[in-house]
């Protein structure tokens, strides 16, 4: 069956970094555009980061840009995010998303708390 596993979540300093992971099985991972997305606590859940199938097309929230990248790898069916200068309002549950056209698959979600 279809799983995305996140892992890479944990409690950070602000100003420091930390790199999600998505293990992705049980569907053609190079053939889905593959997103990760947060939620705060009382808020709702919006897209961070997104990249196309083939991995050529990136797209950032306004509020990740500089800070964050994406990327993954097809062959062994592995997304990525890279965070650096982590703030506080960074907090949240991260969540890995797979998308294509009526197909739309979600992990877990990792905790990632900010916090000196």
């Known amino acids: 069956q279809v799983q995305l596993v996140e892992s890479g979540g944990g409690l950070v300093q602000p100003g420091g970094s930390l790199r999600l992971s998505c293990a992705a099985s049980?569907?053609?991972?190079?053939?889905?555009?593959m997103n990760w997305y947060r939620q705060a606590p009382g808020k709702e859940r919006e897209s961070v980061a997104g990249?196309?199938?083939?991995?050529?097309?990136?797209t950032y929230a306004d509020s990740v840009k500089g800070r964050f990248t994406i990327s993954r790898d097809n062959a062994n069916n592995m997304m990525w995010l890279q965070m650096n200068n982590l703030k506080p309002e960074d907090t949240a549950v991260y969540y890995c998303?797979?998308?294509?056209?009526?197909?739309?698959?979600w992990g877990q979600g990792t905790q990632v708390t900010v916090s000196s």
């Open positions: 998303n797979a998308v294509r056209l009526d197909r739309n698959y």
């Open positions: 049980g569907f053609t991972f190079s053939t889905y555009g």
């Open positions: 990249i196309s199938s083939g991995g050529s097309s990136r």
